[in-house]
């Protein structure tokens, strides 16, 4: 692999030529320095600038929106979710093989529904062990922990999550919806809770969220929404046929809406916002610090199997994306009992 490495860094040697030039013109520029020298500043522009822009795309091109994500950037995000939550974190290791087994259970139960569908109540089985490796999460950080507070965290936070588990057992496929649409939630809320010190700055951005999911839930977006575009018809269908039959098209569209533009921010925290708050230091690396920082946490192996099955995900969009973005969200559905589950260590833990 020292060879390919060599190779990767000659590639992105002009990036970050191009990068420096950049960076220089910006600090001249008393509007922009600021912003640049700063990262707190820069997160928050950056913050607000992805919401505006995910909800503008949001009504401009919803259906566009819905295929496109997942192809390019949903088994990245993947990734990343493994390593900010599990590698860069000092897991004990006995907890990261439980997660590990956990991840590798619940792909191999959407795998073996792919190929037989209705041969094992598999919806109740996913969420049986979706939420018990949560209630394990909680459970792990309570015993590792000698504080009195952390025992305190864990027995509150394990009420919770086996009350949520019992009610996600008695509906099991429509606690699957639900999650769905909640899980891009949980991202948001570990970048606040564990990766913004300086949360002050995230507020412009949270405030617009808020206020975006809003429209998007109540159907007031839905006069300006594009749902005759590509992909839009298909996405409308998904939407509504997600739900139960009894819940108004109006009321599915509109959470449907806040799916897709909850989504692409879900997508923007573990590629851009997080990387960067995990970062030292006020600058942003470059190019090939960040590709050296990622070799060392993630063993070659990983980043070649990374890459692969983004390229393969991406090359079978471009021939049946709507398939392709089905069968990626049903494998894929681990990762948000992952993020959950690290959720409840680390609140427990207490970071």
Sequence with gaps: MPAATTTVERVLAPLDGARRSLLRRLVRWDLARPIVVSRDRRICVQALTGVSVSFALTLVAPGLLFMIGPALFGVAHVASDVRYLVVRRALPGWWTRALAAGCVGLFALRGLEAAFPARWPFAGTEVAVGWGLALSGAGAAAVVSTARAARRRGFVAGIVIL?????????????????????????????????????????????????????????????????????????????????????????????????????????????????????????????????????????????????????????????????????????????????????????????
Excluded: K
């Design 163 to 351: 009350a949520l588990a019992l009610a996600a057992v008695a509906r099991p496929a429509l606690a699957r919806v639900v999650f769905a649409h909640v899980h891009n939630l949980i991202a948001i809320g570990l970048w606040l809770l564990l990766f913004r010190r300086a949360r002050r700055f995230a507020a412009p951005a949270v405030a617009a969220l808020a206020v975006a999911t809003a429209v998007c839930v109540s159907g007031l977006a839905l006069p300006f929404a594009r749902l005759d575009g590509p992909g839009a018809a298909r996405f409308a269908e998904e939407m509504v046929l997600a739900w139960p039959s009894g819940m108004p098209q109006r009321t599915a569209l509109g959470l449907g809406l806040a799916f897709v533009f909850l989504q692409s921010i879900h997508y923007s925290v573990w590629l851009s916002l997080i990387p960067q708050d995990d970062q030292r230091g006020q600058g942003t690396p470059s190019f090939r610090m960040s590709f050296r920082s990622l070799v060392r946490d993630m063993h070659p192996a990983w980043l070649v199997l990374t890459a692969g099955l983004a390229l393969a995900v991406a090359a079978a969009s471009l021939a049946d994306p709507h398939r392709t973005r089905q069968l990626y969200m049903s494998l894929a559905s681990f990762h948000g009992y992952l993020e959950l589950a690290a959720a409840a260590f680390l609140f427990v833990r207490g970071v």
